[in-house]
């Protein structure tokens, strides 16, 4: 039992810090690889320091985390006084069931009903954007306030009442009397209430996730949107930063309280040493606060810039994809920076992962940008619902470097919202040192003796367009019966187990983790630069083709610099730029015929015309939005009948009956399993508590 | 004079009171409100009856959630047990130990947890290099699994160790008097008596666990849903706020009820701390 009692602790201490040594080991990485070890180097933390987006994030966390816990704890420890006077009855027992809310509601349902309510409420004002700092303030608040109050409430609970009316009858005011005897002895609470806000509003992502808007990104949900991507280690750099920092002084804290007891040994502790190390905790935290903060100030003392025009000084709102422009790293163009020190413009720059996140986030109604980079269907949806603006070409003469094969395109045939950004194709990404033969064909994913290592798109329209080149249906079908058939196609890929990954696949791919994905060719270039050993195929069954155009919003507020931005984004040398850090092909004849671009002529970006079919996606109705989204729900859901594990393509169009969705039984074989088990679980607790039950009247009895 | 100043203490508790109709219970009543219409704003079932098709996400998700509480509560118990046996100074270290994890974002710890189990991972180098096979571990339900157990274990840990460290120790003085050998005081009166630090843990556990949307993207690579992932895709992908409302509504009173059955349970044993 000793032994145990030694060891046992020291395991568990394993288990947690297991991941935060592999994070402090990898931030040394000399590769940028989170998995393998390359060598050591301090290269990441260099980019770190660089990296201006990541220090505002910070910035942005820490100042909401001060600001929210203040505002919680002013008003929670007002609120727990006055529910501490309230009787014992249904106003007091409501008020407290109410407080328990935020607590026990999962995080999700907490976070998705704020975002609905502030919409309805920026709708209401008829302002577009109202997610930002003050959402994020409100929502950090509100689920802050509960663990003020019930740390304030015990407190209140043993302080003598009869002090404050003594201190009043004393002369005191109650004000003051609250002030001067109240407040002092509920202190320990009180702070322990604003240090628990602060932590948790510091680490929150859920809540944050739902509420945050353009221009105001906190440090979780940066990383979120990173590890979508391809998490480097600078992140792991910075999160060892903060271990360290957080680590030493809590050291730092425990050396000095373990004095103060020292000191206090024998004599009796009396509520102004404890105030006092309160205190000290405050001064602790702020210090921290400081020596984070102090760096930062300094960072933010920007360069005041020369040019001058009715423009400067406005703020251009910019909602793209994440990497998708040059970004200053390894000296390459600073795209934004440049752009703002040469027209004096400040640029608010936020980043999405995926076409349908950022409608979703637009159609919300929570916020308002200027510029949006959208795909082409994504682009002829937003103009049918009237969300783009028209562009004033006159103002964009660097529109001649975009030529006419890219020119007025089906999702804006008429060549009035939307100017040319990149083009691409998917592709079939595969790990030469696991597949033998190069694959020709879209199958190779159902390919049974490659099972657990297939990856899979993560998304509804990309998933789909493979099964569809498969069937040979247009991906723009609307016909109910083509999308069921393709649904049962995708379900039965589950047979040989895919994991469905969207950005993750960089680092699955590299490493060597799987043998199939399907990507995008630009980012095939950019995998291939890490692990020589993957190759790239245009499947004969035909591939995706698309276009990200760079739009201007319907209800964009500086519409004028909107422009400016899209004129600047073609001037051939930061076009050039751009290409060669997101590596997709570029519609812009001054880079694609510039022999000095890395990737000129290439094979894969650039491939021959006529080799295989290539379709674009457009449009699809609601209702088939509608089908697709639900389809999909039922294809990440589905679990492969064992015994039924034949893989059935139908190439040809066949128009039989048995296509129509299928009656398929909801409760699978998994699904009864669990219910089985919760079953045999809720029986166990049941019979837990009758057994105690029965066994405290049979005592009762005896 | 008294009585004024008790009305005066009792209205600062007013910008509460304000402030959590509208931001705790409007809310909620939006929930409601989107769960039961279309897009159009007109009353509809519909998304109710679409609820069925989620039946084995739910079901997967509680599943689970209880799991992964179990196992909480299996590594936490004898731990907090043992924390609080030390010597004070020992004990805010070990504390301090479990806490420190917490203060970093959990979305990175998770992924370095990507890193330890994938087929080339770390973990399975190491193993590699001893001669024994790669073990599959990750996109698998146990690595699911882990990741909550992993980020959730703290939460179960502080309550119990919490209650353990105020135990009044002339009632274990007194269980040993009576003869009670070490297994059972512990059976008879540690466990008892910190059954609220017990309830207050699971309930912490259990929550983010059925609810938690990342830890199965990541760990699960995507194949096994659970339900905030569902509930994510509503919002962030489909743009269909209705179904998403619905599936949180019933995902919330799921969760309020078990919560308040369990309570029910435990009532007569000082309720909970935090």
Redesign the interface.
């Known amino acids: 039992?000793k032994i145990f009692?030694k060891i046992?602790?020291i395991l568990?201490?394993l288990?947690?810090?297991?991941?935060?040594l592999?994070?402090v080991i990898?931030s040394f990485n000399a590769s940028s690889s989170?998995?393998?070890f390359a060598g050591f180097s301090f290269q990441w933390y260099k980019t770190l320091f660089e990296d201006e987006t990541t220090f505002r994030a910070l910035y942005n966390t820490i100042i909401l985390a001060i600001c929210s816990s203040l505002v919680a704890t002013v008003?929670?420890t007002?609120?727990a006084?006055?529910?501490d006077?309230?009787k014992k009855g249904p106003a007091r027992s409501g008020?407290m069931a109410?407080?328990n809310?935020?607590m026990?509601?999962?995080?999700?349902?907490?976070g998705?009903?704020?975002?609905?309510?502030f919409v309805?409420a920026g709708r209401l004002v008829s302002k577009s954007a109202v997610l930002g700092f003050g959402t994020m303030l409100?929502?950090h608040?509100?689920f802050s306030?509960p663990?003020v109050?019930?740390?304030v409430l015990p407190k209140l609970r043993q302080t003598d009442r009869n002090l404050a009316?003594a201190a009043?009858d004393l002369g005191c005011k109650?004000v003051s009397a609250f002030f001067k005897v109240v407040l002092p002895s509920i202190m320990p609470g009180v702070i322990t209430g604003f240090i628990m806000s602060f932590?948790l509003s510091?680490?929150d992502?859920?809540i944050s996730y739902?509420t945050s808007g353009p221009g105001f990104q906190t440090?979780?949900i940066a990383?979120?949107s990173m590890?979508k991507k391809r998490?480097k280690p600078d992140?792991?750099a910075l999160?060892a930063i903060?271990?360290v920092s957080?680590?030493v002084l809590?050291i730092f804290y425990?050396i000095a309280?373990?004095k103060s007891?020292d000191r206090d040994r024998g004599k009796e502790k009396t509520t102004k040493s404890k105030t006092f190390g309160v205190i000290k905790t405050v001064v602790a935290v702020s210090l921290v606060a400081a020596v984070i903060l102090v760096p930062l100030i300094v960072k933010f003392v920007k360069p005041k810039t020369e040019s001058v025009g009715s423009l400067k000084g406005t703020t251009l709102y910019v909602y793209n994809w994440g990497e998708y422009i040059s970004d200053g790293a390894d000296d390459t163009v600073d795209v934004i920076a440049e752009f703002e020190k040469r027209f004096g413009i400040e640029v608010v720059y936020d980043t999405f992962d995926?076409n349908?996140?950022m409608?979703?986030k637009l159609?919300?109604g929570g916020v308002s940008y200027d510029i949006v980079i959208p795909s082409d269907y994504m682009i002829e949806r937003m103009i049918s619902e009237d969300m783009l603006a028209k562009i004033d070409y006159s103002n964009i003469p660097n529109y001649k470097y975009i030529p006419e094969q890219y020119r007025g395109l089906g999702h804006d045939p008429t060549d009035e919202y939307s100017v040319p950004y990149t083009v691409g194709m998917v592709g079939l990404i595969y790990n030469t040192a696991m597949v033998e033969e190069a694959p020709t064909s879209w199958t190779a994913l159902w390919n049974t003796d490659y099972t657990?290592n297939i990856l899979m798109f993560?998304?509804?329209r990309d998933a789909f367009a493979i099964a569809q080149s498969i069937l040979d249906i247009d991906y723009n079908t609307e016909n109910e019966a083509d999308w069921n058939r393709a649904a049962a196609v995708l379900k039965s890929q589950?047979n040989v187990?895919?994991?469905?990954?969207s950005d993750?696949v960089f680092?699955?791919m590299e490493?060597?983790?799987a043998a199939f994905a399907p990507y995008y060719a630009g980012d095939f270039l950019s995998m291939q630069e890490n692990n020589p050993d993957l190759a790239l195929v245009y499947p004969k069954e035909g591939v995706n083709f698309f276009v990200d155009s760079i739009c201007i919003l319907k209800d964009a507020k500086n519409k004028r610099a909107a422009e400016l931005f899209i004129n600047f984004m073609l001037e051939p040398e930061i076009a050039l730029a751009n290409a060669e850090y997101i590596c997709y092909a570029s519609p812009h004849t001054e880079v694609y015929s510039n022999p000095e671009y890395s990737y000129y002529q290439n094979e894969y970006l650039y491939p021959e015309e006529g080799q295989f079919k290539t379709q674009n996606f457009l449009n699809l109705s609601p209702e088939t939005?509608?089908l697709m989204?639900?389809l999909w729900?039922?294809v990440?859901?589905y679990?492969p009948d064992p015994n039924d594990a034949e893989i059935v393509f139908t190439p040809l169009k066949d128009t039989d009956t048995d296509t129509t969705a299928p009656a398929e039984t909801?409760?699978?074989a998994?699904?009864w399993q669990?219910?089985i088990?919760?079953g045999i679980?809720v029986a166990v607790c049941l019979a837990y508590?009758i057994f105690r039950y029965a066994r405290k009247k049979y005592r009762e009895n005896v | 004079?008294?009585n004024r100043?008790?009305l005066?203490?009792?209205?600062?508790?007013?910008?509460?009171?304000v402030?959590?109709v509208l931001?705790?219970?409007?809310?909620?009543i939006?929930?409601v409100y989107?769960s039961f219409t279309t897009v159009d704003g007109s009353f509809t079932l519909a998304n109710m009856a679409?609820l069925?098709?989620?039946?084995?996400?739910f079901?997967?998700s509680?599943?689970f959630g209880?799991v992964a509480t179990v196992i909480c509560l299996i590594?936490a118990f004898?731990?907090a047990y043992?924390?609080s046996?030390k010597t004070?100074?020992v004990q805010?270290?070990?504390v301090?130990?479990?806490m420190?994890?917490?203060?970093?974002?959990?979305?990175?710890?998770?992924?370095?947890?990507?890193?330890?189990l994938?087929?080339?991972?770390?973990i399975n180098s190491f193993l590699a290099k001893l001669g024994i096979d790669a073990v599959?571990m990750i996109?698998t339900p146990g690595a699911v699994i882990l990741g909550m157990v992993?980020n959730f274990?703290?939460f179960m840990i502080m309550p119990i160790y919490s209650v353990m460290a105020k135990l009044d120790h002339s009632m274990v003085e007194a269980c040993q008097d009576l003869g009670g050998n070490?297994l059972t005081v512990i059976r008879r009166c540690i466990i008892p008596m910190s059954m609220p630090g017990v309830v207050s843990g699971i309930?912490m556990v259990f929550?983010?666990s059925?609810?938690t949307?990342?830890i199965s993207q990541?760990l699960g690579?995507?194949?096994f849903?659970l339900i905030?992932?569902?509930?994510?895709?509503q919002?962030?992908?489909?743009?269909?706020?209705n179904l998403?409302?619905a599936i949180?509504l019933v995902?919330?009173v799921l969760?309020?009820v078990s919560?308040a059955v369990m309570n029910r349970?435990t009532e007569d044993e000082e309720g909970m701390v935090?």
């Open positions: 039992m009692s046992y602790p568990v201490f288990f947690l810090y297991a991941p935060i592999v994070l990898f989170t998995s393998m008003l929670g007002a609120a006084v006055g529910i006077k309230l008020i109410v407080t809310i935020p026990m509601n999962p995080e999700i349902v907490t998705i009903s704020m975002m609905l309510l309805f409100i929502a608040v509100t306030l663990y109050i019930l740390n009316e009043q109650p932590t510091l680490d992502f859920i739902f440090l979780p990383i979120f590890t998490v992140m792991y999160s903060i271990f957080i680590l809590l425990n309280q373990q007891e995926n349908e996140t409608y979703s159609k919300g657990g993560n998304n509804p589950k187990s895919p994991t469905y990954v993750e680092n699955m490493s060597g983790e939005l509608a989204s639900s729900d039922d990440k859901n679990v909801v409760m699978t998994e699904a669990y219910v088990y919760i679980f508590v | 004079m008294s100043s008790t005066g203490a009792k209205l600062i508790a007013a910008p509460y009171i402030w959590s931001f705790i219970i409007a809310p909620l939006f929930v989107y679409e069925g098709k989620y039946a084995p996400t079901l997967r509680i599943w209880i590594i004898p731990l043992f924390i046996q004070d100074k805010r270290t070990m301090m130990l479990v420190l994890p917490m203060w970093m974002s959990f979305l990175i710890r998770t992924y370095s947890w990507m890193a330890l994938q087929d080339t991972g770390i599959h996109n992993y274990l703290p070490r309930t929550v983010p059925v609810s949307f990342y990541k690579g995507g194949s849903d905030g992932d569902v509930i994510e895709r919002f962030q992908q489909s743009y269909n706020y998403g409302a949180s995902l919330m969760i309020l919560m349970f935090i």
